[in-house]
Structure formats: C-alpha cells, structure tokens
C-alpha cells in the first residue's frame, strides 16, 4: 500500500468555482502535512502545511482528520493561476523522510 | 527558507555515460535529499545525503548506479552512472533548513534525457 495516495484528477473547473483535493496517508505515526504545489516543469513549493485544527489562507482551506488519516484542501474562487498539479506531502514522525502523493491535477478554465 | 541552486537544468546524455547534478544552498540545512520525478509520477526518494559519510539509500536505489558527496552542510552531487533511457527524468534536489525541521524546500530540477 502507498504511503500517500490521492486522486490524480485531471480537475477542471471554471473560474470562480470551488474545488476540494482529499489525500489518504497510510503510516499512522505520521506527524507533519503538507500541501505542495507544483507548476509545470518545475520543483515543487509549499503551499500551506496542514494543522489538526485546521487552518486557512486566503481561499485555501487545509484540514487532518487523525482518525481517518485523511487531509483536504479547499479552493475557494478558482483563478487561472491556481493551474497546477497538488501534491499532499507526509512525514512521519521518525525518520527524515518525506512521503509524496502522485500529485492532483487542477485546470481552471476561463 | 533556503534558495537552493541546482545545475545543469536540464542535459541530454548518451547512454553508457555519467552525468553529475550539482546542489547548491545558501545557508546551512540538516538534512539534503535526491528525489527523481519520471513523467507523470510523483518524487521518489533515491538517498538522503549526509554529510561526511555514506549517502542512505532507498529501496532499489544502490551506491555504484548512484554515488552521491556531500562535503559539507551546503553542497551535494548525485551522479547518475552508466545511464540507460530509463534513467531519463527530472532529478531534483531538495533541503530542509535548520531552522525549519518539518519543510522541504527543493532546487529547480535536472532534467536528464538519456537518448
């Protein structure tokens, strides 16, 4: 079984509309979460990290759910430049290991 | 934060030969990391890099094919060895800081194109 899974999409939505990415992690000692965001033919870069109470910036919305071992992200107002592929990002809380999911891939379209 | 400089960007290589990727930091960083991303995947750990010693190396990942340096806390190598078609793909550098335990930042990716 991955440590990461997630749907890889393709999403495509209109500007404007709300979107939601879901990641399942399968190492329950896992301690940090992340959501990466990566543009075509570039590295990846940290969008948020992921907090137990949840957090949000600006239209994005992370959310944990322990329990479940399930994380979230949230788009509000899709823009144009939110184009890109999302990767939900794991690491446990031995080693130094990052675990990545395949990635989530969002068009938003005019 | 870390600004990471990785070089070349990107190569194209014939098979049989070696090619080494260059990771620069601008400041000091615990731990550095080799990933390799093939088209449409996500990043694969190949070996996380330690300073002054032998790399650790993932799961199918071995020392001759892949020998990595790290002679100090700001500079690694990866070399890729004896390189097939199938090594083609981005190889990307990435650090976390010793200021930032939990986040990875990572250089801009070799693109390596085996023909």
């Known amino acids: 079984r991955k440590e990461v899974e997630q749907d890889p999409g393709p999403f495509n939505v209109p500007e404007g509309a709300t979107v939601a990415f879901n990641c399942t992690y399968s190492n329950s000692a896992s301690q940090s979460f992340f959501w990466y965001r990566q543009d075509c033919r570039k590295e990846p870069k940290l969008l948020m990290s992921?907090?137990?109470s949840g957090n949000e910036d600006g239209r994005f919305t992370a959310q944990l759910n322990r329990a479940s071992q399930y994380i979230s992200l949230l788009i509000r107002d899709s823009k144009l430049s939110d184009s890109a592929t999302y990767l939900c990002?794991?690491?446990?809380?031995?080693?130094?290991?990052?675990?990545f999911g395949t990635g989530t891939s969002l068009t938003v379209i005019p | 934060s870390a600004v990471i400089s990785q070089k070349p960007s990107r190569d194209i290589c014939q098979r049989g030969t070696s090619l080494t990727i260059q990771c620069q930091v601008d400041?000091?960083?615990?731990?550095m990391f080799w990933y390799r991303q093939q088209p449409g995947q996500s990043l694969t750990l190949i070996a996380t890099?330690?300073?002054?010693?032998?790399?650790?190396?993932e799961s199918g990942f071995v020392i001759d094919k892949f020998p990595i340096s790290r002679p100090n806390l700001t500079f690694s190598t990866l070399t890729v060895s004896n390189m097939s078609p199938e090594d083609s793909s981005i190889y990307l550098c990435?650090?976390?800081?010793?200021?930032?335990?939990?986040?990875?930042?990572f250089g801009q990716g070799t693109r390596l194109t085996v023909v």
């Open positions: 400041s000091q960083v615990t731990m």
């Open positions: 890099a330690n300073q002054g010693s032998e790399a650790t190396y």
């Open positions: 990435s650090v976390t800081p010793l200021d930032s335990y939990t986040e990875a930042f």
């Open positions: 992921v907090y137990s």
């Open positions: 990002v794991v690491k446990p809380n031995t080693g130094n290991q990052f675990y």
